[in-house]
């Protein structure tokens, strides 16, 4: 026999020796329970599997746990040195995750309203500033910032800009200079 065929012999009878796989679990934690198919497994099962599997693992680093699990920034609280509130909301934000409502003055098209939140998220991309924008309406978009304090640095630019209109953070409005000019004798 030459050496090809002793090699067919060999993993043929490696195959025929083990059990054929299937797709059965176990979902017992002793022997001898019944087990189900992975193709019937609900999505309670699947979090059941996933709360099983990390339960014996190690836990995660401060740093590499969801955002929602970490604990909030130490943070010290002098009442002399916050004169501005918004200065203490802008600490509070530190290290969270953080969306901006910017409107755009006039009517613009779709692809207009884009190229101009476009310009502006590469602006603040190039003053060191991680955003991320997506457009909700025909003059809306969210900007999204992972370090909710620098939203504050990006409204101050924002609000100087001839198109924004306004500039939404925290419920609270901040006009820009594409703001129509309202009369102050109307109500």
């Known amino acids: 026999m030459d050496f090809s065929i002793q090699w067919l012999m060999l993993i043929g009878s490696c195959i ?7 797709n059965k679990v176990n979902t017992g934690a002793a022997a001898g329970t019944k087990t189900k198919d992975i193709r019937d497994y609900t999505d ?23 955002e929602w699990k970490r604990p909030p920034p130490k943070q010290s609280f002098d009442p002399s040195k916050v004169s501005n509130p918004e ?8 290290s969270r995750t953080l969306m901006m409502f ?4 006039g009517t613009p098209s779709r692809d207009e309203l884009e190229d101009i939140t476009k310009l502006w998220q590469t602006s603040l991309f190039n003053a060191q500033i991680d955003v991320q924008r997506f457009i909700i309406d025909d003059h ?16 101050e630019y924002l609000i100087n ?22 009369n102050k004798d109307e109500l």
Request: with cysteine; aromatic share 8%; hydrophobic share 35%.
């Open 16 to 22: 025929a020796v083990h059990e054929p796989v299937s």
């Open 44 to 66: 309670a099962d699947m979090e059941r599997l996933y709360e099983e599997w990390e339960a014996g693992s190690e836990p995660l680093e401060e740093d590499e746990l969801p």
């Open 87 to 94: 200065e203490l909301v802008r600490a509070s934000k530190k």
């Open 102 to 105: 910017v409107g755009v003055s």
């Open 140 to 155: 809306r978009a969210i900007f999204m910032f992972s370090d909710g304090a620098a939203a504050w640095d990006a409204k």
């Open 161 to 182: 800009q001839e198109r924004c209109s306004e500039v939404t953070i925290e419920g609270r409005s901040y006009p820009g200079k594409g703001a129509k000019a309202t």
